[in-house]
């Protein structure tokens, strides 16, 4: 079983994706840092004692990197869509047998596995290729290796109550979160356009919704 860990938010610059968060939401998100050697560094939200949001940008404190940055932020039309206005780009699950899930599936669907770190947290990722990650709406797996992220961040008072995704092939987009074992976490529906969608609430009942598109 796989289990929703974070959402992203993607953003042209750290201090764009910040307010947006904070006009969106009411509260500000907290220092994040650096991914070194991934031309990334981010922000951080709360959603609770096992979730949370992350705003990722591109880091200009670090070289370009040999490899393209997470979450397609190099890609044209994202970036594009970024210059814009941050927005939710992608969601991260999490497993507790990441090396079993990518020998099953082999990493032309997962991906191969890279560790990844920032300051004392120290973590695994497989991003499944661009081809075959249906726009983000397959996640990438994660294993913490340690303490999660999630247990050290203050909590917002929001929590993420449902994720949905909208894809013209259901069958094949269910198949795959099924095989990552996902089939209760994320809500799909049939739509000629793909787009990935959040729902939060807060403990006051304030309702926000997250979209990709």
């Known amino acids: 079983m ?7 938010i993607g953003a042209r610059t750290l201090e764009q994706g910040a307010r947006y968060v904070e006009e969106t939401l009411g509260v500000k ?3 994040g840092g650096a991914h070194p050697g991934y031309g990334t560094h981010n ?4 959603l609770g004692a096992n979730c949370y949001l992350e705003i990722i940008a591109p880091d ?3 070289p370009e ?8 932020l190099d890609d044209a039309s994202l970036r594009t869509m970024l210059e814009a206005e941050p927005r ?3 969601y991260v699950a999490t497993t507790t047998a990441l090396e079993a899930v990518v020998a099953r599936l082999g990493p032309s669907q997962t991906g191969a596995i890279r560790t990844m770190t920032r300051g004392d947290l120290t973590w695994r990722m497989a991003f499944p290729p661009q081809r075959q990650d249906m726009d983000n709406l397959i996640p990438p797996l994660i294993q913490w290796d340690g303490e999660a992220a999630a247990k050290r961040i203050k909590d917002s008072g929001w929590r993420l109550t449902s994720l949905e995704a909208e894809h013209p092939d259901t069958q094949a987009l ?4 099924n095989l990552r074992g996902l089939t209760d976490a994320v809500k799909i529906r049939q739509s000629p356009h793909l787009r990935l969608i959040a729902h939060l609430r807060h403990k006051d009942g304030r309702e926000v ?3 990709s598109a």
């Open 29 to 31: 998100p907290s220092k």
């Open 209 to 211: 919704t997250l979209t």
């Open 65 to 72: 990197p040999g490899h393209p940055r997470p979450f397609d």
């Open 2 to 8: 796989a289990e929703i860990d974070h959402i992203v």
């Open 88 to 90: 939710l780009i992608a």
């Open 174 to 177: 269910h198949g795959a979160l």
């Open 60 to 62: 200009p404190g670090q």
């Open 43 to 46: 922000m951080l939200l709360g």
